[in-house]
Structure formats: C-alpha cells, structure tokens
C-alpha cells in the first residue's frame, strides 16, 4: 500500500491551481511549469513529513515482519532499492521493477475510484485494440443441411497511440538514510499521487492536443476536431412523493445512453456511472439518501447508477459514462532520468518517471454530460390567524 497522509490546505490549493492552469486554454508554458513545480513541492513536502513520522512507528513492526521471515519487498524489489541506497540514488535510464510497477497500477486503481470505473488497463508494450461484433457470430440454416454461412465474428481494429505522462519525483537524500523498503514507499506514493492527477485530467478534459481525449470532449468524424460536450439536460433530483422525478430524469439519462453514435442499441444497466465535483456529490447524496424503518441512513440511484466524485467535473455538472466504452490506458517501464545538480543545494536529487498513457471515447456517446439543478430552498408555512368574537 501506498503512504496514507493528510492533505494540508498548501497541497490542496497547489492541486486546485494546477487543475485551473490545464484546464485554461490561455495559459502560458511558464505559468503551467510554475503551477507544475508548486504541485510537486507541496506533494514532496507532505510525503516526506509522512515518512518522517511514521519511521519510528513502524521500526518495531518491521523488526517484527522481519523476524518472522516476511518481507516487506520482493527480492528484485530489494536489490534494486537497496543499491539505489548504496549509490545515493538511482542510476540514470534505470527501470522500476515490474512488481513495483504492477503495484503502482493497483493502487492507482483501487485508491482513485474514477480510474477504476474507468477500467483502466495496464497495456505493456500493446498498442492496438481488436473489436468483434458478436451480433454477426452466427449463421442459421436447416439441420443436417449445409453450412448457410461462415460463422465469423465482423473484426476490426484500431491503432491506439500512447502520449507520454511524466512525473516528477525530489527525493531527500537524507531519505536513502531510511533504508530501501522507504525508499521503494515513497517513490510509489509520488508515482500514484501524480499520476492519478495528470490521468483524471486527461481522462476527462484531455483536448486531444497532446493529451487524452477527455470523456467531456466530442470528435468531429470528418474533421477529427475535439470540441467540448454541450449539455443533454438538466437534473433536479427533486423530491417527490414515490421519487418519480429522481426516477425519471435518470431514466432520459439511461435511455440515451443506450445507443451509439450510429444508433446501434446497447446493454447499459448496471454499467453506468455518474462522475460529478466533490462539492456537487454533497447535494446528490442529500437528495437520494432515505432513512430505513431501522434508523439507517441508505444512499442510493435508481438503475444502480454508481457515483464517483473527481475534481476534474466543473462543479454544476454530472458526467455520465458507459462503463467499457471509454478506453484508458497505461503502457510501458516506469523509466528514471536523474539531475542531480538541479536541486543539490537542497540536498535532494530531482528525478523525472515517464510513463506512456492515454486514452479515448469509442465514440460521442460513450458519454454525456448534463446540468446540475439541486435546490434546497427552504418550505414556507402559512399561518393563519382567526380573530375572536
């Protein structure tokens, strides 16, 4: 697993301004390289005070883990970290080990609920997608009579180029110091931090341009233009007596899901999502939660729709998407380049993590995105007065 530490107010607003900074079409490169720095010195400093605080705690366990002939680290794992500490850092060009890497993707996946839904898929080297249509994998014909026609599924493929994610990793060089499993800790932990940011981003909002295209962006087919999704309707979930108006409003969501661009009908139950800003998911979860007969307080969307909070959706707004439909991926050896003058009056040693990354919507309706209309004015009573004889 990786480091669990509280995020301070400095690394939630460096988070925020670097969101704003991408998402800003009129930003200049300074102005992201400087919103890019911020980020990272805050993400350093908070897991650097982390690891500071938890050594002392855990040097009993480990001791323990270590008795017990349990090893934090594979064998790979530990050679490599280990000579990283020998050395005073990793060597230039050097690989992370697969089994930290398939680390790195599992908690990735597991601990940011968006890429999960999205199904993110670890590629390696792979860049092509195979489709079938398995509505064209059968044939009828007469029993014992010939073979009507070749059973054989209508197949194509496409090319999924891979755009290059880097991350940016400042290690201390008092935290070679702390021995290889920290070491192997908290390089995952910045590897997961960052990512995650840089791959809901472009999961979302990507513009094409370099980037992902986003699931909130729509694809000229002739042209190949990425403009953003104008909205498909606006929701209320207001309440009503038998939730009528919850229930119908996602009911016009779920029907236009469930055909293509090409109006080919699709199976979408139990397979959409809703993604919408954390500040919105407040008052979605205000409006579907019910008390039981027992006390309990029940969250829950008609069609089992699942809710995921990212801060990539502008708040007001409520991305749908089909689960299968949008395609995210990673490929490739987390690859370390190391500058070791760049920050050496710090003490510490810069070292930049490219990754491949990168993904796109099957097509326009693999998502949809709507307006937020949530409400919670207040109810008026009416009081009236009888006068006395």
Avoid: C
Wanted: net charge negative; aromatic share 10%; charged share 20%.
């Amino acid at each position: 697993m990786t480091i669990k530490f509280d995020k301070s107010k400095a690394f939630n607003e460096a988070k925020t301004k670097l969101t704003a900074v991408l998402a800003s079409e009129n930003s200049t490169e300074k102005e992201q390289t400087d919103a890019f720095q911020n980020f990272f010195d805050a993400l350093q400093s908070e897991v650097v005070n982390t690891v500071r605080s938890q050594v002392n705690d855990e040097m009993l366990d480990r001791s323990i883990l270590q008795q017990r002939g349990q090893n934090v680290l594979t064998s790979e794992e530990m050679k490599f970290f280990n000579a990283a500490v020998l050395d005073g850092g990793f060597k230039d060009d050097s690989i992370l080990p697969v089994t930290t890497q398939e680390r790195v993707f599992e908690d990735l996946t597991t601990e940011h609920p968006l890429l999960e839904a999205l199904g993110l898929q670890d590629l390696g080297a792979v860049t092509r997608f195979i489709y079938s249509d398995p509505t064209k994998a059968y044939a009828w014909g007469q029993l014992f009579g010939g073979i009507a026609g070749q059973v054989n599924a209508a197949f194509s493929e496409e090319q999924f180029g891979q755009l290059k994610l880097t991350a940016f990793a400042v290690i201390p060089n008092d935290m070679l110091e702390l021995g290889p499993v920290w070491v192997e800790r908290y390089v995952r932990t910045l590897l997961v931090e960052s990512y995650s940011v840089g791959l809901e981003y472009g999961f979302v909002n990507g513009t094409g341009n370099n980037q992902p295209i986003g699931l909130m962006k729509n694809v000229d087919p002739d042209t190949g233009a990425v403009t953003t999704k104008t909205s498909s309707g606006t929701l209320t979930f207001a309440p009503s007596q038998y939730g009528e108006v919850v229930s119908g409003e996602l009911y016009e969501v779920i029907k236009a899901l469930s055909t293509d661009a090409d109006g080919k009908s699709l199976k979408v139950l139990n397979k959409v999502v809703m993604v919408v800003n954390p500040v919105d998911a407040i008052g979605v979860q205000a409006r579907n939660t019910i008390q039981t007969a027992n006390g309990q307080w029940v969250m829950a969307l008609p069609y089992n729709i699942q809710v995921v909070e990212s801060e990539e959706v502008p708040v007001g707004k409520a991305l749908f998407f089909v689960k299968g439909r949008y395609l995210a991926a990673i490929a490739g050896g987390y690859k370390l380049k190391k500058f070791d003058q760049t920050l050496a009056i710090e003490d510490a040693t810069l070292y930049t993590i490219k990754q491949f990354a990168n993904g796109k919507p099957k097509d326009n309706k693999a998502a949809l995105v709507y307006d937020l209309d949530i409400s919670f004015a207040p109810s008026t009573t009416t009081t009236t007065t009888n006068g006395g004889a």
